[in-house]
């Protein structure tokens, strides 16, 4: 990401996501927020069920919300927890959601807001299944 304050904008979005957050069995908040190509911000926070299973994530929040308000190709996600001593990073069911829709960048934030961890969707999950696979050349036999 090029844009500082695009990137102190998201951040603020997903520290704010993160104080939404439903997680009276973890007490672990997280907070997310997923820039689009078109140009919006869609935030997240994990909600937990009693049915533990059922619980989504914060990445998962925002994606599922900007696809729902058409939009399926990003730019940047921020990642924030309350966690101060590392970066908390997606977890496998959302890194494979996420290379889903592509490339993008992640930024993983501490609470500090300063300290920050970048990578990309595809470098978080190396050798990832992803729609192109769906098209490889298959056999019966
Ligand atoms: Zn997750």
Same mark, same amino acid.
């Given at each position: 990401?090029?844009? #500082? ?5 998201? $951040?603020? +979005?997903?520290?704010? *996501?993160? %104080? /939404? &957050? ?26 937990? #069920? ?5 619980? $989504?994530? +914060?990445?998962?929040? *925002?994606? %599922? /919300? &900007? ?42 934030? /501490? ?31």
């Amino acid at each position: 990401m090029e844009n #500082n304050k695009e990137l102190e904008q998201l $951040i603020d +979005a997903a520290c704010d *996501a993160k %104080t /939404k &957050a439903y997680c009276p069995y973890s007490n672990f908040r997280v907070g997310a927020a997923l820039l689009g190509e078109d140009g919006k911000i869609y935030t997240g926070c994990n909600v937990e #069920n009693g049915s533990y299973g059922l619980t $989504i994530c +914060a990445e998962r929040t *925002a994606y %599922t /919300k &900007a696809v729902s308000e058409g939009c399926k190709k990003f730019k940047t996600l921020v990642v924030t927890t309350d966690v101060t001593d590392r970066f908390i990073t997606p977890c496998g069911a959302c890194r494979q959601f996420g290379v889903e829709f592509g490339n993008f960048d992640v930024y993983c934030v /501490k609470p500090n807001k300063t300290d920050k961890f970048q990578t990309t969707s595809l470098n978080l999950l190396p050798g990832s299944f992803t729609p192109n696979d769906l098209e490889a050349p298959k056999t019966n036999q």
